[in-house]
């Protein structure tokens, strides 16, 4: 598909088989803010369709561990050899570098190999004269998929590649800002994927609502915006449905009075503008003492002056454009809403002219809770430093919100840093750095960012159920 001039895309892939439908809808490119392909709007009957594919291919799909492993790891082998047709797609509808892209597809990959192999034990609970007692996972059926526009390849790796090594099976619908890519995959691995396995199928909300309310799907695992988690988990209870949703996050970053400024920024600031901000766990806000603030101000303002600001096609990009008009809109929304409340901008403050979505790396200080773009996830290029003279104050303030995410504590007394971690109310905490994962280590959110939990061995049991059987003797 061609990825420079206005194409239809990738049929969904339902059952196996490709599977157009009647209407489509315009994708654009955020670097050019242009409409460049269009992809399929999937109806309630398209949805239909691909859930009972799902269902019907669940018996067989569920009952045979070895094709499971067999499969998951020709889809890894399958999605490193399409990797140069699957990059440009995504950089076009996302707005990322192309390399960021290649390592999306890489990542997903290697969660269909994680996971191929991972096994869930039976565990012996009692084994005496009177019983033998076993609990056993089992998966639940057929799950629905939603992934967000940030990360739509890496995010749908998270939770399809441990929900068909479950043995469930799964119908997959990622934003309709970056449906093509995901297409793309479901083309992909439609090679090597059991009919009804795998069902890929793009479009907007109707379809979405379609996913969460019909009644054959046993599950949802959702990546997203906290109120559209909240509606889903409103429909999902009407069926008892389980749930894992990711959400939001608001960041907070503490830095002590021993830290280095300039080692700070240079960590803090790549984190929080990787993938022009809009990561759901990046640094949102930064509570630095005031005896060091001014420092990192200047710090973060130079890095933020000498980043590399467009296209993703282009050589050199380091940080390309905000995905949607929305989203760009909501970023200068806030930053203007912060200098009408007094802040001062160290960097950046607008949109750049011309075509796309572009947006200036924007450092923002002189401001304090209370201010939106402080209060709320701005999920975009701009970071604001808040000061403090009391740590106490500085944690009560960073725990004030219904957002718990991650966050991170910076200094040169790592035990002191360790110890100001503990109370921070999160789910995932760092010392000296942030957003540092692995497949092995669990994600999860709590208050509002979460409900559940995925990647590791966390991830895979989150897509079983359990099943005691006791034996009496």
Same mark, same amino acid.
């Given at each position: 598909m061609s990825v420079s001039e206005r194409a239809v895309a990738v049929s969904s892939t339902v059952g196996g088989r490709a599977h157009p439908t009647a209407a489509h809808f315009d994708v654009v490119n955020p670097a050019t803010g242009e409409v460049f392909a269009t992809a399929p709007d999937a109806s309630v009957a398209d949805v239909d369709a691909a859930v009972r594919a799902a269902a019907e291919a669940y018996p067989s799909w569920r009952s045979?561990? =070895?094709? =499971?492993?067999?499969? %998951?790891? $020709?889809?890894?082998? $399958? %999605? %490193?050899? $399409? %990797?140069?047709?699957?990059?440009?797609?995504?950089?076009?509808?996302q707005g990322k570098p192309l390399a960021e892209s290649a390592r999306e597809v890489r990542t997903m990959a290697l969660f269909f190999r994680y996971y191929a192999d991972m096994e869930l034990p039976r565990e012996v609970l009692r084994d005496d004269e009177s019983a033998y007692v076993q609990l056993v996972r089992r998966p639940l059926g057929p799950v629905a998929v939603i992934a967000p526009w940030n990360f739509p390849l890496t995010l749908a790796g998270a939770k399809v590649a441990p929900a068909l090594s479950a043995g469930n099976t799964v119908v997959l619908k990622p934003s309709p800002f970056t449906p093509l890519s995901s297409l793309k995959v479901g083309e992909v691995l439609r090679e090597v994927m059991p009919a009804g396995v795998l069902n890929v199928i793009s479009g907007g909300s109707e379809a979405g609502a379609a996913m969460t309310t019909h009644p054959l799907i046993r599950k949802i695992s959702f990546t997203g915006s906290i109120a559209t988690g909240k509606a889903i988990a409103a429909a999902a209870a009407a069926d008892l449905k389980r749930t894992t949703l990711e959400l939001g996050g608001n960041d907070p970053v503490i830095v002590l009075e021993d830290a280095d400024p300039v080692r700070v920024a240079e960590g803090v600031f790549p984190r929080a503008f990787s993938n022009t901000g809009q990561v759901c766990v990046a640094p949102k806000r930064v509570y630095a003492h005031e005896s060091l603030r001014p420092a990192l101000v200047e710090a973060l303002a130079e890095l933020a002056r000498k980043a590399k600001v467009g296209d993703g096609s282009l050589a050199g990009t380091e940080l390309g454009p905000v995905n949607n008009r929305p989203q760009l809109e909501r970023v200068a929304e806030l930053v203007d809403d912060a200098v009408r409340h007094g802040a001062t901008v160290a960097a950046g403050g607008k949109a750049i002219d011309g075509r796309g979505y572009f947006y200036q790396p924007t450092i923002l200080t002189d401001l304090g809770d209370g201010v939106r773009i402080v209060d709320e996830e701005q999920f975009g290029p701009a970071l604001p430093v808040i000061g403090y003279r009391d740590l106490d104050d500085a944690v009560a303030r960073a725990n004030a919100t219904h957002f718990g995410l991650g966050s991170s504590v910076w200094g040169e007394d790592v035990e002191r840093a360790a110890a100001v971690a503990e109370r921070l109310e999160a789910g995932m905490t760092w010392v000296n750095t942030h957003t540092a994962s692995s497949l092995d280590e669990p994600f999860a959110g709590v208050k509002w960012s979460g409900i559940g939990v995925e990647s590791g061995r966390w991830g895979l049991k989150g897509f079983t159920e359990f099943h005691l059987i006791h034996q009496a003797r």
């Open positions: 045979d561990a =070895r094709t =499971r492993r067999e499969v %998951l790891n $020709a889809a890894s082998d $399958a %999605l %490193l050899a $399409a %990797l140069d047709e699957i990059v440009p797609i995504l950089t076009a509808e």
